[in-house]
């Protein structure tokens, strides 16, 4: 697949992603890609409560997960550019339902999940939600992806050690996005992706490009864009 820069030169996109960009040329081609895919309309179409009432899968999807106010629903909204699309919490716990948005005229499918480890939430709704959020993850063909989300603020919890584990024997291809990063000091963001990349080394299931995020500022958000124009890409 070729795509012409900014800059009117044609290029070759590497199917893999910013990865395996091999020069700025690429990267930027890439980027456009993200740009352009973006740049469409992105629209709520489906709200699930249960597994057995998902939509019918017709491309691919990709999935936002993580803890309970990492700011899963913020992202989906400063990637599409809407500030409303997806629902953001005042409170943790907001997102109860598996949320697809349908981006491009279904080029690619977003699908914002409920968070995991919010210790406030009864027992009943955490069994409902999170059994939910991880059949889902299991069980679902047209996944090609599953975004990671970790807030670099807040220390790496069992349950996001847990999620990774989850991923990884289900043999989900994850790629990590740490999200938040307006809100932290340059050390610290240095030591989180140290620690999350010891963590998800020996992970096959794990993308070699980890992401940084702040959906405040915009950060990281054109790579982003770029990486799940790749997975559109590849249908
Ligand atoms: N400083 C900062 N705050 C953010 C950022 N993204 C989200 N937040 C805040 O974090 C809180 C949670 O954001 P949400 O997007 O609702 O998080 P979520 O992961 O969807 O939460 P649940 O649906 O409850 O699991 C909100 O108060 C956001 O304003 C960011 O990039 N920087
Ligand atoms: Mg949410």
């Not at 009117?8 to 395996?20: F, K």
């Not at 699309?85 to 409170?91: G, I, N």
Request: proline share 6%.
């Amino acid at each position: 697949m070729t795509i012409t820069t900014p800059s009117g030169t044609p290029v070759t996109l590497p199917p893999g992603g910013l990865a395996e960009a091999v020069d700025d040329e690429q990267r930027a081609g890439l980027i456009e890609a993200g740009r352009l895919l973006f740049a469409r309309p992105c629209t709520f179409f489906y709200a699930s409560q249960a597994i057995n009432q998902l939509p019918p899968m017709t491309g691919p999807e990709v999935a936002f997960c993580g803890r309970s106010n990492v700011g899963k629903s913020s992202l989906l909204n400063a990637l599409t550019g809407q500030k409303a699309l997806a629902r953001v919490s005042v409170t943790p716990g907001r997102t109860r339902q598996l949320n697809f948005f349908r981006c491009d005229e279904g080029q690619l499918t977003l699908v914002d999940m409920p968070g995991y480890g919010y210790a406030k939430a009864s027992k009943t709704l955490k069994e409902d939600w999170q059994g939910l959020m991880f059949d889902f993850l299991r069980g679902r063909p047209t996944l090609r992806r599953v975004l990671l989300l970790m807030d670099a603020r807040v220390e790496i919890k069992p349950a996001d050690r847990a999620a990774i584990e989850l991923l990884s024997d289900a043999a989900v291809a994850f790629q990590i996005c740490i999200t938040k990063v307006d809100d932290v000091k340059k050390a610290q963001l240095e030591k989180r992706i140290k620690e999350l990349e010891a963590l998800v080394k020996k992970r096959t299931a794990a993308h070699p490009l980890m992401l940084v995020t702040s959906s405040e500022t915009g950060q990281g958000i054109p790579e982003l864009r770029a990486e799940l124009a790749a997975v559109a890409r590849l249908g």
